[in-house]
């Protein structure tokens, strides 16, 4: 097991206004993804990212934040 560069986001990460998705970030090595999905509505969001690295965790959490909302509210949510 290991420990998580940023302790402020961690479960929770995957709620949306209206939805709640399963899922899970992940790292190594400089890359860093998330992916959520809601298997009832039959949609998933994957983001993949290369160069991340762990001392910018928390602003790249942020950053993942918005392009998960973005991607549900203009392409899923239409």
Do not use: W
């Amino acid at each position: 097991m290991q420990t998580p560069a940023d302790t402020l986001h961690q479960y929770g990460f995957a709620l949306l206004r209206r939805e709640t998705m399963a899922g899970h970030t992940g790292s190594a090595c400089g890359l860093y993804s998330v992916m959520f999905f809601e298997p009832e509505k039959k949609f998933g969001i994957v983001v993949i990212s290369n160069g991340c690295h762990t001392a910018y965790a928390a602003a790249f959490n942020t950053v993942m934040k918005k392009v998960v909302n973005i991607l549900y509210e203009e392409v899923v949510n239409k």
